[in-house]
C-alpha cells in the first residue's frame, strides 16, 4: 500500500549515509586549515546539504500524484481508449500506470524508488530532479575533501605539521569513518549522477521509460502504415521541460498538451492495443500437479533447466494458468480465472516461470479479458492489422514489475488525423445491444483464430 513514509529500509538507509558522508566532510574541514576559500565552499556545501534533505522529504510526503480511486475520463466517450484497473476500481488516466509496491495507479509513473519508499511520478517529479541532481554536487565535494585529507595525512606523516593537524584529534575510528565517508560519498555520486541523466533525458523528452517501450513497439508496428504512431508528449525540448514543471508542479498529470494531429489518449489507446494483440498468444493451462518453487518436486532435470534469473512460481492443482512464453521445459504465464465467460488476471498478479510437465493445455474457447473491465470491444479497422509478428511481446512481459505490463503485446492503434478521428469514434455511441452481439461476433472471431493457430502450433 501506499506508505509514503520515512520509515522503511530504503530511506533509513539513504539518510544513514547522508549522515556518514556529511559528518566525515565536516570533520575534514575542521581539520583542514581553514581559509575563506575554503569556509566559503564549506558553506555552499552546508547549503546543497540542506537541499538535498529538503528534497528528499519532499519527494517521500509530496507522493508520486496517484490517479483517484474509481477515476473515469469526463468524456465517458474516451472510455474505449482506456484500460481498467481491478485493483484502484477505475480506469487507468492517460500516462498512468498501476504500482505494485504502492497499491495505487500512479500518474505518470517513472518508477517505483525503494531509496523514498514511493514511486516517482508527476506530482514529486520536481523534487526528485531537485535531489538526484543535488546529491551528486554534494558528494563530489565531499568525495573530494576526504581525499585531500588523507592526502594531506600521508604527506605530513613525518613533520612537524602532522602532530598539529593530526596527532591529538584522530582516532583509528575517525580515520575509518573518514575512509568510509569518502568511498560512501564517491560511490553515491555516480550511482546517483547516472540517475540524474536519466531524469533529465526522460524530462528533455516528456517521456518516462515505460512509455519508450510502448512508444517503440507502436512506431515499429505502424512503420509502414499511412499514419504511423507519433508519441504525442513531445513538443521539442522546451516547452516539454515548460509542460513537465507545470504538471508536476500543479499536481494535475492527467490533462497534458499534445502535437498537433494527436490525442491525450494516443498512448492508453496504442497500450491497449499491445494488450490486445497480445491476448491473442495467452494459452490457457490447468494445474495437475503441484510443481514446488523452482520445479523441485518434478524432478532434478526440470529443476536443473529452471530460469534462475527470472521469477519462478509455485501452482497448486486445479488453478488455471496463462502461458505466452517458452523456454526449454518451461513457460512463461500468470494465473488466471474464469468470469462472466471471460478469462481474467487474478489480482494480486500471480506471474513467473512454471514448468510445463505439471500443467496440461486446456481449451476453455473463452477470449481473454484484455481490457480489464469485462467488455470486450469491436477492435477498429487498421491499415496493418492482420499484420502479424508474434515475436515482440513477450519478450518485455518478463520486465513486468511495478506495473510495468504496459510493454506487453504489439499493434497499437495507429493515430488518426482529425477528421478520420469523428467518424471512428461514432461506434462508441452505438446502443448496448449491438455492443453485445459486437461482443458475442468477437468472441466467435477470437475463437476461429485461436483454432488456427492451435493448429499451426500442431
Ligand atoms: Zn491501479
Ligand atoms: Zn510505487
Not at 123 to 128: E, G, L, Q, S, T
Request: with cysteine.
Amino acid at each position: 500500500m501506499a506508505t509514503q513514509s520515512v520509515f522503511g529500509w530504503g530511506p533509513l538507509v539513504a539518510l544513514g549515509l547522508i549522515v556518514l558522508i556529511a559528518y566525515a566532510t565536516t570533520y575534514c574541514h575542521q581539520v583542514g586549515k581553514a581559509t575563506l576559500w575554503s569556509d566559503a565552499l564549506f558553506v555552499t556545501w552546508v547549503t546543497t546539504v540542506v537541499v538535498v534533505l529538503y528534497s528528499f522529504f519532499k519527494s517521500i510526503y509530496v507522493g508520486p500524484g496517484f490517479v483517484p480511486l474509481k477515476w473515469r475520463p469526463k468524456d465517458e466517450a474516451n472510455i474505449e481508449r482506456l484500460t481498467y484497473c481491478h485493483i484502484c476500481e477505475g480506469y487507468k488516466a492517460p500516462r498512468s500506470h498501476h504500482c505494485r509496491q504502492c497499491g495505487r495507479c500512479v500518474k505518470v509513473l517513472d518508477h517505483h524508488c525503494p531509496w523514498i519508499n514511493s514511486c516517482v511520478g508527476n506530482d514529486n517529479k520536481v523534487y526528485f530532479l531537485l535531489f538526484v541532481t543535488s546529491v551528486p554536487i554534494g558528494c563530489v565535494y565531499s568525495a573530494v575533501k576526504c581525499v585531500l585529507f588523507l592526502i594531506r595525512y600521508y604527506q605530513t606523516m613525518f613533520s612537524v605539521q602532522h602532530a598539529r593537524y593530526f596527532g591529538y584529534r584522530l582516532t583509528p575510528g575517525r580515520f575509518a569513518f573518514v575512509i568510509c565517508g569518502g568511498a560512501a560519498a564517491l560511490g553515491v555520486a555516480l550511482a546517483v549522477a547516472m540517475l540524474a541523466v536519466i531524469q533529465i533525458k526522460s524530462i528533455l523528452k516528456n517521456k518516462t521509460d515505460i512509455e519508450g517501450w510502448i512508444d517503440d513497439k507502436a512506431k515499429r508496428v505502424t512503420k509502414k502504415s499511412k499514419t504511423p504512431f507519433i508519441f504525442p508528449y513531445d513538443l521539442g525540448w522546451r516547452n516539454n521541460i515548460k509542460e513537465v514543471m507545470r504538471q508536476s508542479v500543479r499536481r494535475d498529470g492527467i490533462n497534458w498538451a499534445v502535437r498537433e494531429g494527436c490525442t491525450n489518449y494516443d498512448m492508453s489507446q496504442a497500450q491497449l492495443w499491445q494488450k490486445r494483440t497480445h491476448a491473442q498468444y495467452r494459452y490457457t493451462f490447468k494445474v495437475k500437479t503441484r510443481p514446488g518453487r523452482w520445479g523441485w518436486r518434478m524432478g532434478w532435470r526440470i529443476l536443473c533447466s529452471c530460469p534462475w534469473t527470472q521469477a519462478t512460481i509455485d501452482l497448486q492443482p486445479g488453478d488455471l494458468m496463462h502461458a505466452w512464453r517458452q523456454r526449454g521445459k518451461w513457460y512463461c504465464g500468470e494465473k488466471v480465472r474464469v468470469e462472466n465467460g471471460m478469462i481474467r488476471t487474478v489480482y494480486p498478479l500471480h506471474r513467473g516461470w512454471f514448468p510445463i510437465a505439471a500443467v496440461e493445455e486446456v481449451d476453455l474457447q473463452l477470449p481473454y479479458d484484455y481490457r480489464g473491465d469485462g467488455l470486450f470491444l469491436q477492435p477498429p479497422p487498421t491499415a496493418n492489422d492482420d499484420d502479424d509478428n508474434s515475436e515482440g511481446g513477450d519478450d518485455e512481459a518478463e520486465q513486468d514489475e511495478q506495473g510495468k505490463e504496459a510493454a506487453q503485446g504489439q499493434q497499437p492503434r495507429q493515430r488518426r488525423a482529425n477528421g478520420q478521428d469523428k467518424q471512428q469514434k461514432q461506434p462508441q455511441k452505438q446502443p448496448q445491444k449491438q455492443q453485445q452481439t459486437q461482443q458475442q461476433q468477437n468472441r466467435h472471431q477470437h475463437q476461429a483464430q485461436k483454432q488456427k493457430e492451435n493448429k499451426k502450433r500442431k
